[in-house]
């Protein structure tokens, strides 16, 4: 699932070359939120989301648009969809859209976005973005065509006279609305965390009665007062009863790990206790943390058990430690792993079990009720009026029983109530339906004890007209579009920011990362265009490895448009445009211990370092070890020879060992379904990419200029004579270098194999993922750099 806010601001990018002395490691985002920079709601009593001062229901956020330049941005389409509505914006001055002798402009465009937030059917969901009062809607949109993410749908109009705003909601199904959350809505309680789906921040909800220790304990141990084990001395609990309270803990990874502590409040709410200080660089450190955890089992504490005991792999260890239970890869029979993190809590700071049981662990797929999610379906009545007694819960601020005018707009202005209200999913009746239109406003012309003024027969009847005239619900062409009285309304920035952490793409968002054209490096210097079609091999691949590649990308880390992108770019280009897991030339040296998976593996020392993070490098002798190394090391001192000692049949591979490596990659692509994809994974953790594709991003601009013959080999490439290319300076060409020649790092003008092509691969992820919009050669911004081409259906 890719989405973006629906205005995005070229200045984005500008601002990140602004700042060329950023710390190396910080990725540099526009106002540290692009959701908040490009989603500026407008404030309670003016459209705000989900109720107004009187108690009515709005089902949407009026959002201001950003300027550049004294002009308003355009108005985008936040994923890809399908579009179900389409209305042009009156040009005739209606009297009936002069509602208080104001312009509110009734331009309308509204989408279906089908997409996939996890693996199964049930993680197939879809949902609807609506935008509202365009000032004019782009004249080739029409119901039924496919629109894609950043395209243009009009421009923001006028609301009751204000400009430049827009009403912009997003809603679906009860149905696609279990499938988001992975159950009935309805705060988590006892209920299991979803496994289809795991995503954002780790919750872990841990019972009164934990026990905290001031030192921390060895993994092998779920309890350190217990008595000793082997070398192991217990320690007494920092509070012999345990922990007084219910606790929730956040562990929150972006670059550092952060622990915050939550506990319940007297209304039930929860709200942040305390966080202990950022584990710095603990993303950064993971494959170094759970090596050294796995390496506590066969050191001296554990000696005198350690040929009895099943040992957990890092990477088991590290799925552990990244999300707090194994989502992958799994812990050996009867292994014992203990996650011990060190908290904040009312009885003192300490090292608590995270994996005790009893202890419950989730994620923001889970839209837990301590990360503020609510779901509101108490309104008893079909009419456009909030009685939801949750709400007015809420709002009632005197404690009196009932909510006046005052009370809600007191109530409203307040942080606690806007935090509660900015993550209130609510089910109630659409005010964009013409049926039953009277009846739902009906109660506007009655005293009411939020409505300080009711409406006269007249001007409810301007209301109607008006309302009228606005409604489009019956008019949208889509057979699974929602009823009018049983939409859920999401509310929208809240949405945005959480789905932006989701980072499972679909095959057709996989299909989006393959260029038609790639540039490739040819003799003297040369540059050639290289078209990539769209095989069987290609779509075969992706919906084959589509589900592994996403959990290795969730485990890994791999969860930002930059990250992406220098992951896929260089992916890319190694797998022949997602074409082939093996690079299978029997001419090169290292043959057969060559390129297999998405990030290539290439040398034996890589392929026994991941099968040893995999737990299955005790399967394979020291003896064969050794054979193998020395064989390969024999090998490149004496390439014209290679042959003679890398070959299997030589160099003393075992059949176990040429079963590993080909699960890596072999000619099936379908040969084994997780190791070209998590091989990829460790290899990116291992070298530490992600330092690299972490850096502040600078798109740049350069003419090369080739004039070759056309190249024999591939027939139907035509040379060129000048192209412009956008690349990523510093960080993506370090985290090239690190895959393809560790020795090019930090060095510029140090050449390594295929930097033109991986830079291409780069660009078109980045374009697919991210917020950027590119400049051409005439200033024009688009969403794809010039000369990159989306791949689209």
Request: net charge negative; charged share 20%.
């Amino acid at each position: 699932m890719i989405i973006s806010p629906p205005f995005l601001s070229a200045a984005h990018p500008q601002q990140n070359d602004a700042m060329p002395t950023a710390d190396a490691g910080n990725t540099v985002v526009p106002d540290g939120d692009v959701c908040t920079a490009s989603m500026l709601e407008c404030a309670p009593g003016n459209g705000a989301y989900p109720v107004s001062f009187n108690l009515g229901w709005h089902g949407g956020a009026h959002l201001r648009a950003p300027t550049e330049g004294g002009d308003a941005l355009p108005v985008r389409a936040i994923a890809d969809g399908r579009i179900v509505y389409v209305r042009k914006t009156d040009t005739t001055h209606k009297p009936t859209l002069q509602y208080r002798n104001v312009r509110t402009d009734d331009g309308c465009v509204v989408i279906r976005h089908d997409t996939e937030i996890g693996e199964g059917e049930n993680a197939k969901i879809t949902y609807y973005s609506v935008y509202l009062h365009l000032q004019q809607v782009m004249p080739t949109l029409a119901a039924g065509n496919r629109i894609y993410r950043k395209d243009v749908v009009g421009t923001p109009g006028q609301i009751f006279g204000q400009y430049p705003q827009i009403h912009f909601e997003i809603i679906c199904s009860e149905a696609n609305l279990k499938k988001m959350i992975g159950r009935a809505p309805a705060p988590l309680g006892n209920t299991p965390a979803r496994r289809d789906a795991v995503y954002g921040d780790m919750w872990f909800f841990v019972p009164r009665g934990a026990k905290l220790f001031a030192s921390e304990p060895h993994p092998f141990r779920d309890d350190d007062s217990a008595p000793p084990v082997a070398t192991l001395q217990p320690q007494s609990p920092l509070v012999a009863a345990g922990s007084s309270c219910d606790l929730v803990i956040r562990m929150h990874y972006e670059k550092d790990c952060t622990l915050t502590t939550y506990r319940q409040n007297a209304d039930l709410s929860w709200s942040v206790y305390g966080a202990m200080p950022a584990e710095r660089d603990a993303e950064y450190n993971l494959y170094k943390r759970a090596t050294a955890l796995n390496g506590r089992y066969t050191d001296s504490s554990l000696a005198s058990l350690a040929a009895g005991i099943p040992v957990p792999s890092p990477s088991a260890i590290f799925e552990m430690i990244r999300f707090g239970r194994c989502i992958n890869d799994q812990l050996p029979a009867g292994a014992r792993f203990n996650h011990w993190r060190k908290v904040k809590t009312p009885d003192g700071d300490g090292w608590i079990n995270l994996s005790k049981a009893g202890v419950r662990a989730y994620s923001d797929a889970d839209f837990p009720e301590w990360a503020g999610w609510s779901f509101i379906n108490d309104d008893p009545t079909p009419d456009s009026l909030c009685d939801s007694p949750t709400v007015k819960r809420w709002l009632d601020v005197n404690h009196a029983g009932h909510v006046s005018h005052a009370d809600a707009v007191t109530a409203l202005g307040t942080d606690a109530i806007r935090q509660r209200m900015a993550r209130a999913i609510c089910k109630f009746p659409s005010e964009w339906s013409r049926d039953g239109l009277e009846a739902r406003y009906n109660w506007l012309k009655s005293p009411h004890e939020a409505l300080t003024n009711p409406l006269a027969d007249e001007a409810f009847t301007k209301l109607i007209d008006h309302a009228r005239d606005l409604a489009f619900w019956e008019d949208v062409s889509d057979p699974d579009f929602p009823h009018a009285n049983e939409v859920w309304h999401f509310p929208p920035t809240a949405f945005v920011r959480h789905f932006r952490t989701c980072g499972w793409f679909s095959s057709a968002e996989f299909k989006q990362f393959v260029p038609r054209q790639v540039l490739r490096e040819g003799p003297h210097h040369a540059v050639y265009y290289e078209n990539v079609d769209w095989t069987v091999p290609r779509q075969s691949l992706i919906r084959a490895h589509g589900p592994s590649l996403n959990k290795m990308l969730r485990k890994y880390s791999i969860n930002s448009p930059e990250r992406v992108s220098s992951f896929f770019g260089n992916a890319m280009q190694e797998t022949i445009w997602l074409s082939a897991l093996h690079e299978n030339n029997p001419q090169m040296w290292y043959f057969p211990w060559d390129g297999r998976g998405f990030l290539q593996l290439t040398h034996p020392e890589n392929y026994l370092g991941y099968w040893d993070f995999k737990g299955i490098g005790g399967q394979i002798s020291t003896e064969t070890r050794h054979r193998i190394l020395q064989a390969h090391s024999l090998a490149n001192s004496h390439r014209p020879q290679a042959q003679q000692y890398n070959s299997d049949s030589v160099n003393g591979a075992t059949p176990l060992v040429i079963q590993y490596r080909n699960q890596v990659g072999d000619h099936d692509i379908n040969f084994d379904l997780i190791a070209p994809a998590d091989s990829a994974g460790f290899y990116w953790s291992k070298t530490g990419m992600v330092r690299y594709a972490d850096q502040s991003i600078r798109l740049e601009r350069r003419a090369v200029s080739a004039t070759p013959p056309p190249n024999p080999q591939h027939p139907g490439n035509g040379a060129i004579s000048v192209t412009k290319i956008y690349y990523h300076s510093g960080n993506f060409r370090d985290a090239s270098a690190i895959v393809n020649l560790p020795a090019a790092v930090g060095h510029p003008n140090h050449p390594f194999n295929g930097y033109v092509a991986r830079c291409v691969g780069f660009g078109q992820v980045l374009a697919v993922t991210s917020e950027y919009l590119f400049p051409d050669g005439h200033g024009t911004l688009r969403d794809f750099p010039e000369g990159y081409q989306p791949r689209r259906d």
